[in-house]
């Protein structure tokens, strides 16, 4: 699921239920609880790639949309880099490009404007090139300028590098900032958390003459992700250039760094959607997930007021609402005999029937936190 809704109504949450019989009368109606990951899934996984390769456009982009998966792409804004159009400075691709892939869903975040290990830089100021505040907020700017249909909320550090300060001053400008681990995030994330979530790297070994030489890598990648399923958590992928295999002897003698297949790439997605139709993960991007996070971890309400048809709750996770707008997937509990509910939030209306777990029924909703549900009887 990729949603990106805003709504600007009222903080008032309605939910009106379709009783077949009794009234609700029991304050504990109403409950709400959020659930840890969208739909309930059991976990989490974001793609990521570095540096605006051309590849990314031509290869990696189609091999996604095929498994109806959405990523996170960390483009270097500098004009060394990124050209407006062709012709492009290889091996990096153009605005235009990323800005079609961003508008099939993929996110664009920053991965600066000249690619240098942010912890050497002085701090400066935001207009002084070669410094830290340049680097953050030149780059958030230039993407938010060429790709306007959506908010730069994330960044990748180049090198992977990071301390105290660089959180500091990212923290400014963006929500959330990945670098690398070897290990899937917690399914908590507090405060400076969101500044250290790392991605996996899958580091390739000589001799790649054949598409099989990379199986031992792809076990070890799934394993990571099975990891991640067991435990409940938040797997990420770092990768740069993807090509065929056609092209992998071409791209080691010029010195691509760890480059991946596109055979490789497709075997990936054929495991993850497997375990995405079974509910057992949920693939999204990585500034997606981080507003789930975060709206989860915010999430507040209050039942205001209860009739015989009707529950209503005031929700609100007093975050910046440009922003943190993704739906959140929640559970409130209603009377044992209710069958269905109509749930109407903004434009759209959907009725879902009720399920029991355990001793409670409940009905499964998405709700945006700040964003009015209304709700009428048909």
């Known amino acids: 699921m990729n949603l990106n809704i805003k709504i600007s109504t009222s903080a008032l949450i309605l939910i009106v239920y379709i009783a077949v019989s009794g009234l609700c009368n029991n304050m504990l109606y109403g409950q709400v609880s959020v659930k840890k990951w969208a739909d309930n899934r059991k976990s989490a996984f974001s793609f990521t790639f570095d540096d ?20 996170t792409f960390f483009v270097i804004t500098g004009s060394n880099y990124l050209t407006d159009d062709l012709p492009a400075n290889y091996p990096y691709g153009t605005w235009k490009q990323f800005r079609s892939m961003s508008l099939e869903g993929h996110e664009i975040g920053s991965h600066t404007v000249t690619h240098p290990s942010l912890i050497t830089l002085t701090t ?60 899937p995030m917690d399914s908590s994330l507090t405060g400076t958390d969101f500044y250290k979530i790392g991605a996996y790297e899958e580091e390739f070994n000589l001799p790649r003459n054949s598409p099989s030489d990379d199986l031992d890598e792809l076990q070890d990648f799934e394993n990571y992700l099975q990891s991640s399923i067991t435990l409940g958590k938040w797997g990420l992928i770092e990768a740069h250039e993807v090509v065929p295999f056609s092209q992998m002897a071409r791209m080691l003698l010029e010195g691509s760094w760890y480059p991946i297949s596109t055979e490789w790439l497709t075997s990936l997605c054929q495991w993850l959607k497997q375990r995405s139709d079974s509910n057992q993960l949920w693939v999204e991007t990585f500034g997606n997930i981080t ?51 109509i749930i109407t939030q903004g434009s759209n209306t959907d009725t879902i029937i009720t399920f029991i777990d355990g001793a409670s029924t409940y009905v499964r909703a998405h709700v945006i936190p700040n964003g009015g549900i209304t709700c009428a009887l048909t």
């Open 52 to 71: 605006a390769s051309m590849t990314q456009y031509t290869y990696v982009a189609p091999v996604l949309d095929s498994f109806g998966f959405k990523g």
């Open 124 to 183: 400066g100021d935001t207009s002084t090139p070669g410094t830290l505040l340049y680097e953050l907020h030149q780059s958030k700017k230039s993407i938010e300028q060429k790709i306007s249909n959506q908010k730069c909320i994330t960044i990748a550090y180049p090198d992977l590098d990071y301390d105290s300060l660089v959180i500091n001053k990212t923290s400014q400008f963006y929500e959330s900032a990945r670098s690398g681990a070897n290990h």
């Open 291 to 341: 507003r789930y996070m975060m709206e989860r971890e915010n999430f507040q309400y209050n039942i205001a007021q209860q009739t015989a048809t009707q529950i209503k709750i005031n929700a609100t996770d007093n975050l910046n609402n440009q922003i943190y707008n993704y739906p959140l997937t929640v559970d409130i509990t209603v009377p044992n005999d209710w069958k269905a509910a």
